[in-house]
């Protein structure tokens, strides 16, 4: 158990609040993830699903964490087991860390390929690249044998020093600033790509709604990424709660938090899937999407070599700022639960993310013996992507949605969301507690049973 006397720092202003939530939201999970499955799951029908998810599931699920963290003030184990020291809901924390893990493990590679698309932008490689050299580039930063690998050891080195130094408000404070500016250059991308011949075309494939293309499998993925969307079902949010100032107005802060994050991830889609039809492309390219649309949409544009470095120099940043959010929760896990020292901790904790996060990494080259290895037919990569967003996640909602739902009194949940009755909030409480007892937990359960053939 955590210490009383254990000061736990609180973010000063409630637009501090907001910003360090979104610092952790707003990732690669806006830039690269929500167009590639969007591509690939069939655009506007997977938008729609993935809206309801948000509305019904997330933001219920984030009032919950914010409750959870700022009424203990703890670690998200501590927290849970400050409230219920009994029954399963520690398996809350314990999942939570895992996840933590398996999404690192993907997710600094993925930062890796971020970084490097700096130093390429630099070197100039990308200006007058056809689609057909941008795959090609794409493909060997991914598949070749070392070069990935020294990358995603500089994206987990660099979240590691922010920790290890103990500057990271100092990060979230400068990406109050940096934020703006990406939004900016996402917006300057937006224009290109819709003054582009044909752009239209890519409007309609995402927000045309084909009703026919939702399927099980669009609606899981739909669901995983509106956890992982909003840094939902491990613990972050719990954690950032126990910053929060006690004037806070939470069920404010969550609302404006998804509607940000989802607008920054709808304007990533208008830069990029208006390009995609313009220039002849597949939506369906994969993971590879971003990284071979965005240099083609600066291309011939004035100082379009500037603009795609300062792209992925920002988009850098938001990954590491959601690296750091992740990173945080398990080495706080163990200097506060286990009493180890911050340095140990994090010194044990990024070598775990570096030793497996390499094996993710050789699994994306195909004459490497590792991508041979795939347990349910998944390679590593997809294997802890999968694994994290549409299992572990989800399924820790789930469980943190019964607990706020069932566990904790209701009374209290009403005293601490409207800060003890100084919030005018009372009909928005009682519509999250409806949505918390009886549509949340149910629309997730709905989705478990279905994918084990139990129902549906
Ligand atoms: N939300 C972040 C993104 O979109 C990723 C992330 C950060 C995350 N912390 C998390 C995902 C906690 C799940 C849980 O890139």
Not at 1 to 29: D, P, Y
Not at 183 to 189: H, Q, R
Request: a positive charge.
């Amino acid at each position: 158990m955590e210490k009383k006397s254990l000061e736990r720092e609180k973010f000063s202003t409630g637009l501090a609040v907001f910003f360090a939530t979104l610092s952790s939201t707003v990732g690669l999970g806006n830039i690269w993830k929500f167009p590639y499955l969007t591509g690939k799951y069939g655009g506007g029908a997977f938008l729609l699903v993935y809206f309801i998810f948000i509305l019904l599931v997330a933001i219920p699920v984030m009032v919950s964490e914010l409750y959870i963290g700022r009424k203990t003030r703890k670690n998200p184990i501590g927290a849970i087991y400050s409230i219920k020291p009994k029954g399963p809901w520690k398996l809350i924390g314990y999942m939570g860390i895992l996840s933590a893990f398996f999404i690192l493990f993907f997710y600094s590679s993925v930062a890796g390929w971020i970084y490097s698309y700096i130093f390429k932008g630099l070197s100039g490689v990308f200006s007058n690249s056809s689609f057909k050299d941008l795959d090609n580039i794409f493909h060997q930063t991914v598949s070749a044998p070392i070069y990935p690998i020294i990358w995603q050891f500089v994206s987990i080195l660099v979240v590691s020093s922010i920790l290890l130094l103990g500057v990271k408000n100092g990060i979230e404070r400068m990406t109050k600033l940096l934020m703006p500016l990406l939004l900016i250059l996402i917006v300057i991308c937006d224009i290109r790509s819709l003054t582009l011949p044909g752009a239209m075309k890519g409007l309609t494939f995402i927000f045309k709604i084909d009703f026919s293309s939702i399927t099980k499998e669009v609606i899981l993925m739909a669901l995983g990424l509106s956890f992982f969307k909003l840094s939902l079902g491990m613990g972050t949010i719990i954690t950032y709660g126990s910053y929060f100032t006690s004037d806070n107005n939470m069920m404010a802060t969550a609302g404006r938090v998804a509607l940000s994050d989802t607008i920054v991830s709808l304007l990533a889609g208008i830069a990029i899937f208006p390009a995609v039809f313009s220039f002849g492309m597949a939506p369906q390219q994969g993971p590879g999407l971003l990284f071979k649309t965005i240099p083609l949409v600066f291309s011939k544009v004035p100082f379009g070599g500037v603009l795609i470095v300062l792209f992925f120099l920002l988009s850098a940043i938001a990954a590491t700022t959601a690296m750091l959010s992740m990173l945080e929760v398990v080495v706080t896990y163990f200097v506060e639960e286990k009493k180890m020292s911050r340095r140990k901790s994090l010194l044990i904790c990024s070598s775990i993310v570096l030793i497996i996060g390499v094996l993710v990494s050789m699994s994306q080259n195909g004459s490497n013996p590792i991508s041979k290895i795939k347990p349910f037919g998944l390679n590593l990569f997809d294997l802890f992507d999968q694994a994290s967003s549409n299992v572990l996640l989800p399924l820790g909602g789930l469980l943190i949605a019964l607990f706020a739902g069932y566990i904790v009194n209701k009374k209290d949940i009403e005293t601490e969301l409207s800060n003890n009755g100084k919030l005018k909030n009372h009909a928005l409480i009682k519509i999250y507690i409806f949505l918390v007892r009886y549509i949340t937990p149910i629309l997730l359960l709905i989705i478990f049973l279905s994918m084990l053939g139990v129902w549906g």
